[in-house]
C-alpha cells in the first residue's frame, strides 16, 4: 500500500466523486481510477460502489475512510518531526473552529506562530457549531479543534482542553442606549428585536434560553451566514448575541456594547484526537495553551 493510493482514496471521499477528485489532485482520472482499483485489489475489497458516474462508499470504505486520514496524519507527524530537527518546526494543520473561536483564540494563535514558527501553516475550517468542531476532529479531517461547549466535549480517544469562559454580549445599533454602566440585565431585553443565526449554533441556544426566561424578545431576522449579523445590527434592523471574539470588530465598526449582569457564559475548549500529533499541530496546540494561561 502506497501513501499516493491513501492520498487518492481520502481526496475522492472528501469531493464526493472521481471526476472532483482528479481535478483537485491535478491528475488524470484514468490515473486515480487505477489506483483505486489497485488499493482494492491488495485489500481484497471493494471500496466504492459505481453508479453511473457516481461512486458511493462501501461499507469496507466507511470503516477504512477514518483510518486513512489518520495514517496520512502519523505519516506527516513522522515526517515534521525529522524535519523539526535541523529545520525547527515545519508543516501545516489543519482546525475547525466556530465562528468566534476563530477570532478568539484561533486569530491570536496564527500571529503567534507566525513569529515563533514561521514554518508553520494554520487552515481554518469553519464549523456550525461545537459537535461539528468535535466531529471533524474526530474524523480525521482536522487536527485540532476550538469550540464553546456548555458541556466537556467528549468522545473515543478526544483530548479536551478548558481554554476559558467566553463572555456573551449584546450588541446594539448606534446609538443605543440600555443598561447602566456597559451592563445590562434580562429585564432591559424586553420586548427588544434581534438579528440571529439559524439554529445549532450556540448563540441561537443562548437566545432561545433568554427568550424563555424573559418571554418578550422578537427576532427581526435569521441569517445563514453569520459574518451579515453585525451589518445588519449597524443598519438598526436588530440587536444581536456575540461571544467577546466579536468585540474588538463590533467597537470598531460603531455598535454599541454592553455585558450581561449577571454574565451570560459559556465554557471554550481545544481538542484534538489523542496519539501522535505533528509538529505544527502541536505547535498549535502549546501555543493555544500558553495564550489561555496568559488571559487567566
Known sequence: MERRQLEYFVAIVEHGGFTHAARALRVAQPSLSRAIGKLEKELGVEL?????????????GELMADRARQVLRDLDALRAAAQAVGAGVVGRVDV???????????????????????????????ALSAAEVIATVLRGRCEAGVCGSAERPAGQGLVAHYLRDEDFLLVAPPGTQLGANGTVTRDDLRGMSFVLP????????????LAAAVGDLHIAAEVGDRSIVLPMVLRGVGCGL????WEYLARRAGAEIYRFDPPERLPQWLVHRSGPLTAAAQAFIDTTLAHAGEVH
Not at 198 to 209: G, H, I, K, L, N
Open 48 to 60: 466504492f460502489h459505481r453508479v453511473g458516474r457516481s461512486a458511493v462508499l462501501s461499507n469496507a
Open 198 to 209: 439559524q439554529s445549532a449554533t450556540a448563540v441561537r441556544a443562548r437566545f432561545d434560553r
Open 96 to 126: 475547525a473552529a466556530t465562528s468566534s473561536s476563530a477570532l478568539e483564540p484561533v486569530i491570536n494563535t496564527i500571529a503567534q506562530l507566525r513569529d515563533d514558527h514561521p514554518g508553520v501553516t494554520v487552515s481554518t475550517w469553519s
Open 242 to 245: 456575540m461571544p467577546d471574539g
